[in-house]
Nanobody, 115 residues
């Protein structure tokens, strides 16, 4: 069983930045593909960014050029740097880890963008 924990959410003004962190337990962290999802109130959960075990990254069009995902396998950490945040980025952000068919979700961290 892999435990996934997100952190780093909070309240930020429009145009501001936040960095979210995701950690996963276990010695197989380097084998995990990690994706960041978000879900706003009344909205469906959507994938915003991801990084494979090999370090390849991908982004939703809505965040491309503003959000950047990276990983540090030595620290069992994946980061989501979010820049130029806008009110529409307000959501609970979830970290999803998978290796093969096994999928593990964190409980999420709230990001609120408001003046």
């Amino acid at each position: 069983q892999v435990q996934v924990v997100e952190s780093g959410g909070g309240l930020v003004q429009p145009g501001g930045s936040l960095r979210l962190s995701c950690t996963a337990s276990g010695s197989l962290f380097g084998n995990l593909n990690i994706d960041w999802y978000r879900q706003g109130v009344g909205k469906q959960r959507e994938r915003v960014a991801g990084i494979t075990d090999g370090g390849a990254t991908g982004y939703a069009d809505s965040v491309k050029g503003r959000f950047f995902v990276s990983r540090d396998n030595d620290k069992n950490m994946v980061y989501l740097q979010m820049n130029n945040l806008q009110p529409e980025d307000t959501a609970v952000y979830y970290c999803r880890a998978n290796t093969g068919p096994a999928i593990f979700w964190g409980r999420g961290t709230q990001v609120t963008v408001s003046s």
